[in-house]
Every structure is written in structure tokens, then in C-alpha cells.
């Protein structure tokens, strides 16, 4: 016998979307989050984009789970009336030389499954918005926005009801095997141990640190994190977008795009810093340098050449958890259970970055899947 089912490592979007699942589906779950609060990690500084799926390798779990995930996310907004908005999103060429771009992420997008994407001439984009300076865009009508944080409280709410207990303050200090089960130590200010069957590591940032505490656990099998940080600049002015709009992708990131609150305010980001090896989750600094305004401006006149001059402002950035890093192929999700990685107990959530926010749900009925049931 063993006191819970399942502890969740991390109240982030994954972590609280997990614990719901599988306290719905009879588990008894516990989520262990560091901080004083649920949903103030990679969760809380993203750019709460509902991802149509189109950037990602065919067969990849990015591509399926943000498939599955969006469709999950637009059907949970609607039916607990969460905040969003499924305005669409013009993906830009501003260059002739950047069609062959759309084509090439269009090809993949129908790869992947999407089927609702239209290739639009300049003209018929600015049709759209009118603002807009490109020679081409596709035009994708799935994409849309989320108030992540609305969506988070409605999860730990579903969760609760279900019966799942949130502990915050309560950093995940290791485990050790115990036959069939795990005996889990929590940090902070107030200690405790307790046995549980399995452990689910949607720790974020930290899920790395976090497995290197699992005894037993294959260090080799814990793949490398790479940082990467995004800026945001918000607009002083009301925007003259209804849409969604981005570039073509750069390394690391999908090019300096403007996203929409539901408010209707616009912010642009995120930009790509690569951190340097030997930064950690625990020395992050968020600040926003406002000496890359410059930077900023330029990308954004390539596909908004009316930007005002001093009309932005420094707003908020993001950390990527990252398994790849610069210059190298882009890394998928790493979702591992004991048939992968042969430690009983455990699953491992690594480099959930983007579209892990669009993906939640469908990751959470992933790690589901590979749980035997209560
Ligand atoms: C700049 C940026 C833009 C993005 N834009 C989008 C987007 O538009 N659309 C989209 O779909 N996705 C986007 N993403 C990705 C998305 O935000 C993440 O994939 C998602 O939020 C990850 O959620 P998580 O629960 O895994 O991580 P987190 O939200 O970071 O949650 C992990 C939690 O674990 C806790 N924790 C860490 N270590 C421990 C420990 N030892 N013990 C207990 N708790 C611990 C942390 O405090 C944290 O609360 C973006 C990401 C970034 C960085």
C-alpha cells in the first residue's frame, strides 16, 4: 500500500492538466510545486498562442500533441468558459525570397495533418490587415489565443474536485525505490515524506535537476537543458492588427511576432538569447534590456513598416527548456515512461517548450496512457 497513486512534480499548465486526467480517471494524485503558487513558471511567460501544429516533424509528438491538444483546448475553453479567442494567424514572406518558406512549412503542416491553411497573395493579406506589408502569407484560421492563467486555475479547480491536492512550497527533494513504490521527500519550510506509486516530472525547467534526484534513476538517460530566453515588447498604442502575425522561423524560436491579449493589446516577441552553458533554472534573470528595441523594431518593420518610433515598450520574457541548442535540429518533446527508460514508477517530462501551453491536455492523455489504471 502506498499513501497516493501518483505525485505530480510542478504546478505548471502540464503538471495541473496531468494531475486532472488522472484524477478524473480515478487516481489519488498529489502535485508538488516549489513556489508559492501554482502557474508562475514557463507558464505564466509565454505568448498564450492556441498552436494550429504548423512547424513540427511529421510523427513528432509536437506535431501530434499539438494537433490533438488544440482541438482538446478549444472544446475545455468553450465548455468551462475560459478566455480565448480563435482569431487566426497570418504567417508572413516580406521577401520573395521567403515564399519558398511558406511553401516549405505549408508542405509540412499537411504532413502533420493540418488541412485548413490557404496561401494568400500580399494583396489578399492586407485585405485582412491592412497594415500589413508582405508579398505572400498563409493564412491559418485554427490559431488563436488563450488567457493561460484562466486556464490553469480552471485545471487545479477540475483537478481539486476530483480529488487531487495541491502542496506549493513544496520542492520535490528526491526519492528512493522502495520495491513497488517511491518514498518522495519535499523540501521547504515544511518537510514531509510520504510513498507513492508513481512520480510524473513536469518540472519545466527543473525536471533535469528533479530526475537527478530519483535514485536509481539512469543519470544517462536525463537528456542536456538548453536556455533560451525571449523578450517581449509591448506597444504603448492600440494596434491596427485583429490578427495574429508572423515571420518566417529563426533558430531557436518562430521569428519576433505580434500576439494579441484579449484585450486586444498587441505585444511582440519572443526574440532568441541563447543562454550560456553553465546558466541554471535557479540564476534565471528576467529582465527585459531595453537596448534590444533597436533589434526589435527593425524585425517588426519588415512586416509593420508603420510602427511608430518609441512606441514600444519593455514587457516580460521567457526561458525555453530546450534539448537542443544552437544551431542544431530542433529536439521533441521527450515523454518517457518505464518502457523507454526501464526505472519502474516514473515518467519524465523533458524539453516541454513550445507548444507545450497548446499541447497540455494532449500530453496529459499521453502520460495517462502509460499509467496501468487505478
Ligand atoms: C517565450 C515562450 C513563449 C511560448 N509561447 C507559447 C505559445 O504561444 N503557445 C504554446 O503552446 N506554448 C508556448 N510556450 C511553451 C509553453 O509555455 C510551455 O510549454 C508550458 O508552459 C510548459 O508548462 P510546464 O507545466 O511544463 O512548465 P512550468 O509552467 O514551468 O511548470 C513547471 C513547474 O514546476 C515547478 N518546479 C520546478 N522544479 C521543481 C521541484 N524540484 N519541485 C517542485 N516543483 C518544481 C516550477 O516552479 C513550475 O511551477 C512558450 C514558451 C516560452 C518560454
Known amino acids: 500500500m502506498t499513501d497516493i497513486n501518483v505525485a505530480v512534480i510542478g504546478a505548471g499548465v502540464v503538471g495541473l492538466a496531468v494531475a486532472r486526467t488522472l484524477a478524473q480517471a480515478g487516481h489519488s494524485v498529489v502535485v508538488l510545486e516549489a513556489a508559492n503558487a501554482y502557474g508562475t513558471g514557463v507558464s505564466a511567460r509565454n505568448s498564450e498562442v492556441i498552436h494550429a501544429g504548423l512547424y513540427y516533424e511529421p510523427g513528432s509528438l509536437k506535431a501530434s500533441l499539438c494537433l490533438r491538444g488544440r482541438e482538446l483546448l478549444y472544446a475545455y475553453c468553450q465548455a468551462r468558459a475560459i478566455a480565448h479567442h480563435r482569431c487566426g494567424k497570418l ?39 491592412p497594415a500589413l506589408a508582405c508579398v505572400a502569407a498563409l493564412w491559418s484560421p485554427s490559431s488563436g489565443i488563450v488567457d493561460s492563467h484562466g486556464l490553469m486555475t480552471q485545471l487545479l479547480a477540475d483537478a481539486e474536485a476530483a480529488g487531487a491536492s495541491l502542496a506549493v512550497a513544496s520542492p520535490f527533494a528526491g526519492a528512493r525505490s522502495e520495491g513497488r513504490a517511491w518514498r518522495l521527500r519535499s523540501g521547504g519550510a515544511e518537510p514531509f515524506e510520504m510513498s507513492t506509486g508513481w512520480i510524473v516530472n513536469c518540472a519545466g525547467l527543473g525536471a533535469q535537476g528533479a530526475a537527478r534526484l530519483m535514485e536509481g534513476f539512469d543519470a544517462a538517460r536525463i537528456p542536456p537543458l538548453h536556455l533560451a530566453k525571449g523578450h517581449y515588447f509591448s506597444l504603448a498604442a492600440r494596434a491596427p492588427f485583429r490578427h495574429l502575425v508572423y515571420p518566417t522561423p529563426v533558430d531557436g524560436g518562430l521569428g519576433v511576432h505580434l500576439t494579441l491579449d ?20 535557479e540564476t534565471l534573470d528576467y529582465r527585459v534590456d531595453a537596448a534590444r528595441q533597436a533589434g526589435f523594431e527593425a524585425d517588426i518593420r519588415r512586416y509593420w513598416p508603420g510602427l511608430p518610433a518609441g512606441a514600444l515598450q519593455p514587457d516580460y520574457s521567457g526561458v525555453r527548456p530546450k534539448l537542443s541548442g544552437p544551431g542544431q535540429p530542433a529536439r521533441d518533446f521527450h515523454i518517457a515512461g518505464p518502457r523507454e527508460h526501464g526505472c519502474e514508477g516514473v515518467v519524465q517530462l523533458f524539453g516541454i517548450e513550445s507548444p507545450g501551453l497548446t499541447a497540455s491536455l494532449a500530453i496529459a492523455e499521453h502520460v495517462a496512457a502509460i499509467l496501468p489504471p487505478p
Open 91 to 129: 504567417l508572413v514572406a516580406t521577401r520573395e525570397e521567403d515564399r519558398p518558406k511558406l511553401a516549405a512549412i505549408a508542405a509540412r503542416a499537411a504532413a502533420c495533418g493540418v488541412d485548413d491553411l490557404q496561401f494568400l497573395s500580399g494583396d489578399e493579406a492586407r485585405a485582412l490587415e
Open 262 to 281: 484579449l484585450g486586444g493589446q498587441a505585444r511582440f516577441g519572443p526574440d532568441v538569447e541563447w543562454l550560456p552553458e553553465g546558466a541554471t533554472p
